[in-house]
């Protein structure tokens, strides 16, 4: 996990230096069964390229999604992923669980 | 995320170097607290709790929610002595997400069919220890029971903070041994750090048992709080 994360970090660097518009996704809380930690990242960029992961492929899309938008407001999101929230967010997690993602800028 | 934080970040890790990242989730503020600065930190208390678990997590403090995001290196066991109680310690550590190495001169012992799939170095200490980066992510053991090769081992491990360190051995054993590592030069609070005899007192017989003695000696140094550790 450690060196999984750390490429990831040293990716959302990378990209940023290099002048692309870059969004780190984070799993900041999981309820139930969650397919990935806390502390999982995610790095987007503005193209919707990624790299790393916050569940097991179920919300990745979503993530994706919303974190261009946070590269283009510049404002931090924080995203809920679950059972209950299926119908608002259009994905849920299929094994039950819950998790919530913190989306931020780099800059 | 501020480029030059993840910047600091980054090059607190790679220098294998434990940093927290402390974010206000509804407030959008962030800031990175190094290993060394934890201590003065207002949020020291959590901070030092969750470096030694190794989790990230939200915390509720005085200045609302926080997430902080833990970076810790991943632990290293270093084992001097490619023999027996190494065949089940190396894959013991392996399973609780170490790097494990083994270090002894001994060809016939240091051979990659007795450890597969483990890093085996078949050098003296002095030579193969220094590129292995011991520090205080590192546990380290001695198990050859042959002054030659733990003494110099044992000494490369109290020049550095690692946050284990055992040797093989009974009391009478450590006995010879201290004195011969004080003649060197090693101080009384130094070798205090030497866990001997090694790992639980578990009652443990065979080679396996006194790996996971050893295994749950180390995992007790590195997850409990030292004064605590001390009283068990």
Same mark, same amino acid.
């Given at each position: 996990?450690?060196?999984?994360?750390?490429?990831? +970090?040293?990716?959302?660097?990378?990209?940023?230096?290099?002048?692309?518009?870059? !969004?780190?996704?984070?799993?900041?809380?999981?309820?139930?069964?969650?397919?990935?930690?806390?502390?999982?990242? +995610?790095?987007?960029?503005?193209?919707?390229?990624?790299?790393?992961?916050?569940?097991?492929?179920?919300?990745?899309?979503?993530?994706?999604?919303?974190?261009?938008?946070?590269?283009?407001?510049?404002?931090?999101?924080?995203?809920?992923?679950?059972?209950?929230?299926?119908? !608002?967010?259009?994905?849920? +997690?299929?094994?039950?669980?819950?998790?919530?993602?913190?989306?931020?800028?780099?800059? | 995320?501020?480029?030059?934080?993840?910047?600091?970040?980054?090059?607190? $890790?790679?220098?294998?170097?434990?940093?927290?990242?402390?974010?206000?989730?509804?407030?959008?503020? /962030?800031?990175?607290?190094?290993?060394?600065?934890?201590? *003065?930190?207002?949020?020291?208390?959590?901070?030092?709790?969750?470096?030694?678990?190794?989790?990230?997590?939200?915390?509720?403090?005085?200045?609302?929610?926080?997430?902080?995001?833990?970076?810790?290196?991943?632990? /290293?066991?270093?084992?001097?002595?490619?023999?027996?109680?190494?065949?089940?310690?190396?894959?013991?550590?392996?399973?609780?997400?170490?790097?494990?190495?083994?270090?002894?001169?001994?060809?016939?012992?240091? *051979?990659?069919?007795?450890?597969?799939?483990?890093?085996?170095?078949?050098?003296?200490?002095?030579?193969?220890?220094?590129?292995?980066?011991?520090?205080?992510?590192?546990?380290?053991?001695?198990?050859?029971?042959?002054?030659?090769?733990?003494?110099?081992?044992?000494?490369?491990?109290?020049?550095?903070?690692?946050?284990?360190?055992?040797?093989?051995?009974?009391?009478? *054993?450590?006995?010879?041994?201290?004195? $011969?590592?004080?003649?060197?030069?090693?101080?009384?609070?130094?070798?205090?750090?030497?866990?001997?005899?090694?790992?639980?007192?578990?009652?443990?017989?065979?080679?396996?048992?006194?790996?996971?003695?050893?295994?749950?000696?180390? *995992?007790?140094?590195?997850?409990?709080?030292?004064?605590?550790?001390?009283?068990?």
């Amino acid at each position: 996990m450690l060196g999984r994360d750390e490429d990831i +970090l040293k990716a959302a660097e990378d990209w940023s230096k290099a002048g692309r518009g870059v !969004a780190l996704a984070t799993v900041v809380e999981t309820w139930g069964s969650a397919p990935r930690p806390v502390g999982s990242n +995610l790095v987007i960029d503005e193209e919707g390229n990624f790299l790393g992961s916050v569940s097991g492929g179920c919300v990745e899309g979503a993530v994706v999604t919303e974190a261009i938008d946070v590269i283009e407001s510049g404002k931090p999101k924080t995203l809920e992923f679950g059972v209950a929230d299926e119908t !608002a967010w259009k994905v849920g +997690l299929s094994c039950g669980g819950t998790i919530r993602v913190y989306v931020e800028k780099v800059s | 995320m501020k480029l030059d934080l993840l910047h600091t970040l980054n090059a607190e $890790r790679a220098a294998r170097r434990a940093v927290v990242v402390v974010t206000g989730t509804e407030t959008g503020t /962030q800031r990175l607290v190094k290993a060394a600065d934890v201590a *003065t930190d207002p949020l020291a208390e959590v901070i030092e709790k969750r470096l030694r678990m190794g989790k990230s997590g939200m915390e509720e403090t005085a200045q609302g929610r926080v997430f902080l995001t833990v970076h810790v290196p991943s632990p /290293q066991l270093v084992i001097t002595g490619a023999v027996h109680i190494s065949q089940t310690l190396a894959p013991l550590g392996q399973m609780l997400d170490y790097d494990v190495s083994i270090v002894d001169p001994r060809t016939a012992f240091a *051979t990659p069919e007795r450890f597969p799939g483990v890093k085996v170095l078949a050098e003296w200490p002095d030579a193969a220890l220094p590129p292995l980066n011991v520090d205080r992510y590192t546990a380290f053991v001695t198990l050859t029971h042959d002054p030659k090769i733990d003494d110099p081992a044992l000494l490369h491990a109290l020049s550095r903070d690692c946050f284990y360190i055992g040797a093989l051995g009974s009391r009478k *054993t450590h006995g010879r041994r201290l004195e $011969r590592l004080k003649a060197e030069g090693v101080s009384d609070a130094a070798l205090a750090r030497i866990h001997a005899p090694i790992g639980l007192a578990i009652g443990a017989v065979s080679p396996a048992e006194i790996a996971v003695a050893i295994m749950a000696e180390i *995992t007790m140094r590195l997850r409990v709080k030292q004064d605590k550790a001390e009283a068990a």
